[in-house]
């Protein structure tokens, strides 16, 4: 049985984050065997953002692919890493982008014979700043461009979104929609780890009984965890209580990398396992 064991870890916040996942990378493959380490970076750059700097350090940590969400372009220099073939960065699909030249998705190199996997982040529309469309309509039509050039794809897509109601929502029209091509389902973009991982089994034609997704609503974030959702409390709350824009700072306590380990039966094209993981780092 060919086994491809993948960690996906949430939203990276700031040199705290980033100091957490090239702890946690050797700790990933050493100890729970991953084989593929994705990641969100869309708040590495000081909590706003994914900068060069930034990225060339999640690279070397050992990323295999790095996704971002709604703060994709915060720091625009990482526009033309997008327009890289040879850069595993990825843009969500209905991120509004000048260039078509863009990556939307990663695709993310496996054993050679092993089908490919890839990565499809698309933003939600409830309580989200802007609404920018339909996010089952936008992973449907991202797959079906995947599967026209790659019929064997696997793919992991993930909700960058606000409510674990659209999030979960996504893994179950993806078991109905996509048996056998999708096998993973995350949620990210809260920054808070939700409990609701499971394996979700394709509802579709009865022959796909076995396939599963993996899901979870929400990965969690990597940095400081004494927090409010990764930043020193103080700003947080004055911004909150007076709904002005002071400038975050991202916490430097109780760093640690959260996130899933999913298991995937790459012949069976189906997910095996996933589940909620929290590294510490005591660095
Ligand atoms: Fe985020
Ligand atoms: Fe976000």
Known sequence: MARLRIAFLGDVVGEPGRRAFAHAVPILRRDRAANIVIVN?????HGRGLHPDGYDELIRAGADAITLGDHALDDERIAAYLNRVDAPVSCPVNFPLRSEKAKRWNRIATRESAPKLYTVTVLGRVYMKQDNGCPFEHADEAI?????????ALVIVEIHAEVTSEKMGMAYHCASVWPGTVVGVVGTHTHVQTSDARLVVASGASGFASRQIGAISDLGMTGGHDSVIGFDPEVSLERLKTQTGGKLSPSEK????SGAMLVI???ARSAV?????RIPCDR
């Open 144 to 152: 079906r461009r995947i599967t026209a050039s790659d019929p064997d």
């Open 265 to 267: 039966d790459t012949e």
């Open 273 to 277: 396992s996933i589940e909620a993981i």
């Open 41 to 45: 970076g869309e708040n590495a750059r």
């Open 254 to 257: 109780d760093i640690a990398c």
